[in-house]
């Protein structure tokens, strides 16, 4: 058999009954698969195991292992497929409904960095009954928020996702927005989200001997670490918290010392300035209100800015204020009519 049916044979096999089987119980239900040298069936059962880790499955291992103390020959593993089911979240068919929009329309994207789980979760909500709400047709209109060619981000975003499931370290080509020139690094992939449309990775970086937060639409080049592919590089520290690193909003990732900026805002800006901002304004007239942000990425805050250029304006720092105007004008010259 080849190895999708092998790795399917063995998940049912593992499925039956909640006492589990030896490796030698299976190998002797697989002598064809698992038998002959030693070493290199275990080494392929070792890697049938992360392939079924790797779909879902709970994967449990009864009695000690040989780094335990135990005999490693009277290891049982079965899976329970109760024990890999999440509890009701007890959302309502409308919901449900919005939630597959939403995920279809990122799916549609074609960029969206963890593709094939978001497939998987779709499939799952499609089998709920979510009548009278019909699951719409989604047209994704791209925000355009990125330069790159799709195909391209999108195999930089898959690299990313890849190396982070299986704990590989990558080699980045990055250009930091505070740099002139790109740097090299070494990082160990710790998370990865999407905040604001823009895709960060937090991870542990060899050149700076700590943890760093990367944009990975600034990614240059990226190449994930081939040396035992099947073997992690790192272990993820247990308290890590990707919140801790990247805020919300997109002027909160931790990409420079905070500062303070403040912002002015008319219009309907100014009556919806703690929705946009989620801060209430410092102080306000009939016609104006001003608030103070603490910005720790403030390219973010530019992007954030820019959209609503009519109504909300960058007022102090200096600094912000001219990198607001440049980026502003660089986008006209981007429409600027070609000369003949």
């Not at 780094?67 to 079965?78: H, I, S």
């Not at 939630?99 to 960095?113: C, D, I, K, N, R």
């Not at 900026?261 to 007239?285: E, I, K, M, N």
Request: proline share 6%; glycine share 8%.
């Amino acid at each position: 058999m080849n190895n999708i049916e092998r790795v399917l044979s063995l998940l049912a096999l593992l499925r039956e009954g909640r006492e589990g089987h030896t490796f030698q119980e299976i190998a002797a239900l697989f002598p064809g698969e698992y038998g002959g040298e030693a070493i290199a069936a275990k080494r392929k059962f070792e890697r049938d195991k992360r392939e079924i880790i790797e779909l879902g499955y709970p994967l449990s291992f009864g009695g000690k292992s040989a780094d335990e103390g135990g005999d490693e020959a009277e290891q049982r593993y079965a899976i329970d497929v109760n024990d890999g089911l999440l509890p009701n979240a007890g959302w309502t068919s409308p919901e449900l409904a919005t939630l597959y929009a939403a995920g279809s329309a990122a799916l549609q994207s074609g960029t969206f960095v963890a593709a094939s789980d978001l497939q998987g979760a779709l499939r799952k909500i499609s089998l709920h009954d979510m009548a009278p709400f019909a699951v719409p047709k989604i047209r994704y209109l791209g925000t355009g928020g990125s330069s790159e060619d799709p195909d391209q981000e999108s195999e930089k975003n898959s690299t990313v996702w890849s190396a982070l499931k299986r704990r590989k370290r990558l080699s980045l080509t990055y250009q930091s927005p505070n740099a002139s020139e790109p740097t090299l690094r070494e990082v160990d992939p710790w998370g990865v989200a999407h905040r604001r449309g823009v895709l960060t990775l937090v991870g542990y970086c060899h050149l700076r001997r700590k943890p760093r937060v990367f944009l990975v639409p600034r990614i240059l080049r990226i190449k994930v670490n081939t040396s035992k592919p099947n073997t992690p590089d790192y272990e993820v520290p247990p308290d890590f918290s990707f919140d801790k690193y990247v805020g919300i909003r997109a002027w909160e990732h931790k990409l420079h010392e905070p500062v303070n900026v403040r912002v002015a805002l008319r219009g309907h800006a100014r009556a919806r300035a703690a929705d946009l901002f989620g801060v209430a304004p410092s102080s306000a007239t009939d016609e104006i209100c001003t608030l103070t942000l603490s910005v720790t990425c403030l390219e973010g805050l530019i992007r954030t800015v820019l959209p609503l250029s009519t109504e909300v304006q960058i007022i102090d720092p200096a600094r912000a204020v001219a990198a607001m105007r440049a980026a502003a004008l660089a986008i006209a010259e981007m429409h600027e009519a070609p000369t003949t």
